[in-house]
């Protein structure tokens, strides 16, 4: 037996919310706003701020969106394309590998909190006003304000120059942490940070994705919060509209999470099956198809084959999801066999075999003009230099060599059938 969600929490994906505002519950929208004139509202100053960096284990595949603190709905009505993936939100599309070298660092500033007076006579008087005519199942009673960072670096697979990096990003984490005042990063540091291979910014402030370097990113950072018009919103607090408009009725507004079981099997699958889409076409630029078209044609058009693939898959997936959802956000009463939905006949069968498939095979980024790769070049060239920017390609290139004379025979595989009951 469900009950009914009270009041709910939601990262600020769309920046256009306010108080006021109305908010779909079931696709994780917002709606139109109310006349906030007649609204009585207080601000509460916070400044609290928290700065990290997490390392993570090689042998598991974080789900970024869900360390970062995005709630479970949105990030389920994100990747169904309810909710776009822009902000924070598009770090459900992150396109590379995380393993060992891989450092994610965190700058979260709460700077204040606007939220709506709790006033009886105001809740009455909006009563008598005409309601809104539109899916609302919630409005936002509260917005939040600040800095809110997540950066991803890729540190290269060099121990000495890792350590030397996390030394660094320790004293930088304790510096912000602090609010220490006068930065002063040392040039043998800067060197430092310029050996990382790639640095991936995610924000709900634009400007800020903008800057192409750390650690101009990590100067900014004390003077950016002094100022409260920089910061930007951060989260909602989402009230039910029942609370406020008494006549509408349960079966309009109501909203119900999914549970957990169900909602962990569709996330799973469908970012599962969204990063390695993402890698596989983010992964060949222009320079690598060239030379893989000139020394690896059979290989590039199996990519491709298994890429267009998977896409169509991916897609007949989320349409299915995006009505399911709705239904059991809504209580409806439904009967589902999630088997039917991600495996639903032959053809999609075999597409997400081919998902699978590519995933094994860890079809990794190299970039041929990094690597030194030059027209004319013949395969063995083309893997000595790859092996030589990319000291884990070695392993990687033995291990396809070697199985390419080993026969793979694979099992086929049954997903369970669940029931999904929402009662009313």
């Known amino acids: 037996m469900h009950s009914l969600t009270e009041t709910i929490t939601r990262t600020a994906i769309d920046i256009s ?17 109310l006349d906030i004139n007649t609204m009585k509202t207080s601000t509460i100053r916070s ?43 598009s770090i459900i599309d992150y ?146 509209i029942k609370w406020f408009f008494l006549e509408y009725t349960e079966d309009v507004t109501r909203y119900f999470p999914l549970e957990s079981e169900f909602r962990d099997i569709f996330e799973n699958d469908l970012l599962q099956s969204s990063i390695v889409l993402k890698q596989a076409c983010s992964r060949l630029d222009e320079n690598t198809r060239r030379f893989l078209q000139k020394h690896l044609a059979l290989q590039l058009l199996e990519v491709h084959q298994l890429y267009s693939q998977g896409k169509i898959y991916h897609e007949d997936v989320i349409q299915r999801l995006q009505s399911l959802i709705i239904m059991i956000r809504n209580g409806q009463e439904i009967d589902v066999d999630i ?6 006949e032959p053809h999609l069968q075999a597409k997400a075999d081919m998902i699978s498939e590519l995933q094994r095979q860890e079809f990794e980024y190299c970039n041929a003009a990094d690597c030194g790769i030059q027209d004319g070049d013949d395969q063995t060239i083309i893997e000595q230099k790859l092996t030589h920017a990319y000291p884990m390609v070695a392993e990687k290139l033995a291990a396809v060599k070697e199985s ?21």
């Open 17 to 33: 919310g306010r108080v006021g505002s109305l908010y779909d519950g079931w696709r994780d929208q917002i709606l139109g706003t």
């Open 47 to 89: 400044r609290s701020l928290l700065c990290k960096v997490q390392k993570y284990d090689m042998n598991k595949s974080p789900n970024l969106a869900q360390m970062i603190g995005i709630e479970d709905e949105l990030r389920l009505s994100t990747l169904v394309n309810f909710v776009p993936k822009i902000g924070l939100s």
């Open 95 to 240: 396109p590379y590998s995380i393993n060992k070298y891989t450092r994610c660092f965190r700058y979260h500033y709460l700077d204040r909190k606007e939220h709506l007076f709790n006033d009886q006579n105001q809740i009455e008087k909006w009563n008598k006003t005409s309601m809104p005519d539109n899916s609302a199942t919630h409005m936002i009673t509260e917005i939040s304000f600040g800095i809110d960072i997540v950066v991803i670096l890729q540190l290269p697979s060099h121990d000495k120059l890792v350590n030397d990096i996390d030394a660094a990003l320790e004293k930088i984490q304790h510096h912000l942490q602090n609010s220490l005042e006068n930065m002063i990063i040392a040039s043998d540091v800067e060197r430092l940070f310029d050996q990382i291979l790639f640095t991936t910014v995610y924000s709900n402030i634009p400007k800020l994705v903008q800057i192409e370097k750390f650690l101009d990113l990590c100067r900014n950072l004390n003077q950016l919060k002094k100022n409260p018009t920089d910061c930007e919103l951060l989260k909602y607090r989402l009230t039910p």
């Open 339 to 344: 088997g039917q939905i991600f495996r639903n």
């Open 404 to 424: 390419r004379q080993i026969i793979m025979k694979q099992q086929d595989y049954e997903v369970p059938r669940y029931s999904i009951t929402t009662e009313k």
